[in-house]
C-alpha cells in the first residue's frame, strides 16, 4: 500500500478527534442534536456531520485519489484503486451524554472485510491510539499487541445489547462478569489487548463502518472474529451488510460460545 494513503487516513484521525473534543467543549447543547438521516438510514446527529464533514474536507483538499465510504454521507467516489472506510464517532450516544468512550475509526481496503490492509481506532475522549497494519501487527499507543496465550481465570465478557432477548446473554450473565460499554470499534480493540475476553453481538446488527479497522486489529494480534454461528467474518464493504459477531482470542472461545447459545436454544 502507498504510504501516502497511510498518512491521508491518519490526518483525517487526527483533524476529526480535535473537531470532535473542540466541538463537545464549545458547543455542548448542540452535540445530540438530530439533523437529519445518514446514508445508513439512521439519524445523523450534529456531532457526526460535523466530525465527518472535516474528514470529508481533509480528503478532498488532498491530492491522493481515495473513495470513502462513511455512515452520514454513503460512498464518495473519487476514482481510487482504494476504499476509506469510516466512522467519524463510533459511540455516538455516549460523546453525547458525557459518557468518555467514544472513537473515530478508519479503515483502508477495496472490496471486502478480508482484504482490508491498514486501520486507525483513536479513543476521543483519552486519546488512546490502535493502529494495525496488514502482516505487520496491532499497536496500541505503539506499542505491540499480541493476545495472551493463557485466558483469564475469570471470564470478561462484553455484549452489544439488541431490543431481542437472546438466552446466551442470560447464560453468560450467570456464570461470569458481563459489560456493555457502547463503542464496537474499542471493545474490540480491547479484545485484542487481553482486557476483554470476546465481544459478542447475537444480531445481525453491525455495520461495516463500526467494525472495519478492529476487525483487523483483532485478527493481526492473533485473535479470531466469527459471526455468531461461528463461520469466520465475511462481508462486503458496503452500508447494506449487516453481521452478528463474536471477536475473541482464540478459536477455544469462540467454539464454546456457540456451543453454549445452541444448547440454549435447543432447550
Known amino acids: ?115 482490508i490492509e491498514f486501520g486507525i481506532v483513536k479513543n476521543i475522549a483519552n486519546k488512546d491510539e490502535f493502529i494495525v497494519e496488514h502482516k505487520l501487527g496491532s499497536f496500541f499507543n505503539k506499542n505491540p499487541v499480541v493476545i495472551p496465550d493463557v485466558p483469564a481465570n475469570e471470564p470478561l465478557f462484553d455484549f452489544t445489547f439488541s431490543k431481542r432477548y437472546d438466552s446466551l446473554i442470560e447464560e453468560l450473565s450467570s456464570h461470569h462478569a458481563i459489560r456493555s460499554f457502547g463503542c464496537a470499534s474499542l471493545e474490540m480493540c480491547m479484545v485484542a489487548t487481553g482486557s476483554l475476553d470476546a465481544y459478542i453481538v447475537c444480531d445481525e446488527y453491525m455495520r461495516i463502518t463500526d467494525i472495519a479497522a478492529s476487525t483487523l486489529f483483532v485478527k493481526e494480534a492473533g485473535g479470531i472474529v466469527a459471526d455468531i454461528n461461528g463461520k469466520k467474518l465475511q462481508m462486503d464493504l458496503d452500508l447494506d451488510a449487516r453481521t452478528s459477531m463474536i471477536a475473541a482470542g482464540n478459536e477455544k472461545i469462540i467454539r464454546s460460545l456457540v456451543n453454549l447459545r445452541k444448547k440454549q436454544v435447543m432447550d
Not at 502507498?2 to 473534543?21: F, G, S, Y
Not at 458547543?27 to 445523523?44: M, S, V
Open 1 to 115: 500500500m502507498d504510504e501516502e494513503l497511510k498518512i491521508l487516513a491518519q490526518d483525517i484521525v487526527k483533524k476529526t478527534e480535535r473537531k470532535v473534543r473542540y466541538t463537545i467543549k464549545h458547543e455542548p447543547f448542540k452535540i445530540g442534536k438530530t439533523i437529519g438521516l445518514g446514508a445508513d438510514g439512521t439519524p445523523t446527529k450534529y456531532i457526526d456531520k460535523i466530525a465527518e464533514d472535516v474528514a470529508i474536507k481533509t480528503l478532498k483538499k488532498s491530492d491522493v485519489a481515495v473513495n470513502l465510504l462513511s455512515e452520514e454521507a454513503g460512498l464518495i467516489d473519487q476514482g481510487g484503486d482504494y476504499l476509506f472506510i469510516l466512522d467519524p464517532v463510533d459511540g455516538t450516544r455516549n460523546a453525547t451524554r458525557g459518557i468518555p468512550y467514544f472513537s473515530v475509526s478508519l479503515a483502508i481496503g477495496k472490496k471486502k472485510v478480508s482484504d
